[in-house]
Every structure is written in structure tokens, then in C-alpha cells.
């Protein structure tokens, strides 16, 4: 009987830009405070990529030749590239196709993935089947978002929540039982318009009516997310760990979407975490949506230990959620 193949993680990368968004500026933007918005978020400051210039795909592939360098490969060994975006550079061709070019892999195919702020779960389980499937041998998943070509800076209830970054991982088989062992993924559209940009799609194509009334933009109804991502995050972080048979103590890190430390705070309390066990850069970066999961694995990468257990957990725009349950493999 064949070995069974999980796949691992084998190399991290990341890009945030330099320009740093600080309560202090938004102060001077909408009628806001940097007490209101350490309290009800735990965000001091964001990254924002100023250049025109430049886009998620810019990002996107610093952050994949970070991932090259690291893992000392060249893009002409990878087979695919899956990266999670809702602010791609265009509607089409695809943002993987863009960091394909970049990153010179000759030898590969790529696509996007939609989820909003589960799209690196998603993408991460998705590359995941490819390297299960014995077919491919190096699958990369890159999470990023310019989230500030979407915010709306009138908008006070928005605009000091999200930030500009890029991140992700290489994926490779593994047979001594490291890597992806397990997830959860769901979706429910009941509320898709809580969370959403209206225009730009095939409804609402741009024109001076969309533009005027500012539906290029993305909107939330915070209070009605907050509750809803507080629910799911903590329900199927603990299904995950009960399906796996995994107590809290066993449970070395837990790595949670970054979109308010109020919702962080209250998953760990429920799965019995303590909160130095949580990754946490929502203070530096906000929520960079599909970039968030993977630049906390990036930035906590050094202090990862072979075989750490390791969950991570997320909640967006679609309503999309999940959990994925992964052993440390480097
Ligand atoms: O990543 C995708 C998933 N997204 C999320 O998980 C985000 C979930 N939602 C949240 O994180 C929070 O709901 C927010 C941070 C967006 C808002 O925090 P909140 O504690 O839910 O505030 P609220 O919407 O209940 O508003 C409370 C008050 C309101 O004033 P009134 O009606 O009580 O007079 C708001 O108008 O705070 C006001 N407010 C602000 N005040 C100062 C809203 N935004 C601001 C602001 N500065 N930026």
C-alpha cells in the first residue's frame, strides 16, 4: 500500500509596504480617535502601498520570491501558484498569472481564489489536495490584498480597520506525518450583502452612477460581522480540535484571522487558550484580509518548533469561515 502524502509547509514569505497609516493620520481624515480605535479593534497602525503604480501583484510576488529565496529554489521548479485575493490587479487575467510572470515559473500554472478574508484558508486547502493527489510537488499559496484600492477613507466605520500586505507559503509532500492533517471550510450567502463591494461586478458595472454613490467601495455592518465571526471562529476551531482529539494543552499555537482582537480574544478564551499561545500583529498591520494568516506564520515562523500543532482559524465577506489543523513540518 502507497504512503499516505500530506503536504507541508516548507518555506514562508511576506510583503508589507514601508508607508505606515496611523490612527493619528486617520484622526485628520474622518471623526475618529486612536482611543476608540485601540479599544474597539486593538489596530495602532496599518501599511498602505502608495506607489500607483503598483498593485496586489507587486506584492503578491515579493512576497513569492521571499518564499524562493528562503526555501533556495528557483521559480522554474514550481507547479502552481493559488493565491486568495478580492482586490486583484484586474477582474482578468488572474493575479497567479501576473506573479507567475514575476517570479519566472516557466513551469507552472496558477489561478485566484475569492473568499475574502478566508481566501488564504481556502487557497492553503485547495493547494493542499494538489500535493495530496501525489500530481504535484511544489504548490505555491500566496494571500494578499490592497485593501486600500476598496476602502472608502470618508468612512469611519471601515477605513481604520484594514491595511496593504502580501504573504504565503510553500507546499511540498510529506510522508512522516507533518504538514495539513485536517480541516473545516464552510460558506453561507444568507448575509452575502453585510460584507461586499456592490459595484464593479457583472450587476453593477461601473459607470457615473456607481462612482457617484461610492459602491466601489467596500461595505460591513460591523456589529452584525462581529457577532457572526465571534460565533464561527470559536465553533469550528473547537470542532476541529475535537474531530482531531486535540485538548488545549496540546495545541501549541493558534493562528487567527486578524480582523478586531475583541473577536481573537474571545475564540482563544472559548477553546481554553492562553492568549500567549494566539499569534497577534493586528497592532502593526489591521486586517490585510487574505494576507493575514500567513504573515502572522511569517513572523512567528523562527519560534516554530517540528511537530508544533498548530491551528489556524478564519471568518469574511460571503460568509466564508474555517479551520485548519496542521503539524509544523521545518
Ligand atoms: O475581516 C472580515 C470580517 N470583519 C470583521 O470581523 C469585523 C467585525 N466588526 C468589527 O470589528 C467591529 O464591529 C467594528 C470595529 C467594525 C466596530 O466596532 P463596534 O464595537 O462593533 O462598534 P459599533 O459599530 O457598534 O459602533 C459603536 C459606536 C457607534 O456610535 P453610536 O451609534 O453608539 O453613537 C459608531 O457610530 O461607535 C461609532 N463609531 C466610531 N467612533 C469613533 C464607529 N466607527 C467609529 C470610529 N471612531 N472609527
Redesign the pocket.
Known sequence: MSEKITAKITAVGHYVPDYVLTNAELETL????DE??RS??GIRERRILKDPAKATAFMGSEAAKEILKNRGIDGSEIDCIVVATVTPDYFFPATACLIQREINAVNAYGFDISA??SGFLYALTTGASLIESGRYKKVMVIGADKMSSIVDYTD???C??FGDAAAGVLLEPDTGGTGIIDYIQRCDGKDSEL?CMPAGGSLNPANHETVTDRLHFLR?D??T??KK?TESMADVSLEIMEKNGLESDDVAWFVP?Q??F??IDATARRMGLSIDKVMMNIEKFG?T?AATIPLCLYEWSGRLKKGDNIILAS???GFTWGSVYLKWAI
Open positions: 474622518v471623526e475618529t480617535n476608540w480605535i474597539r479593534t475574502a478574508c469611519r466605520t471601515t481604520i480597520i460584507l460591513q460591523g456589529r460581522v462581529f465571526a484571522h480582523a478586531n475583541r473577536i486586517n484580509t471568518f469574511g465577506g
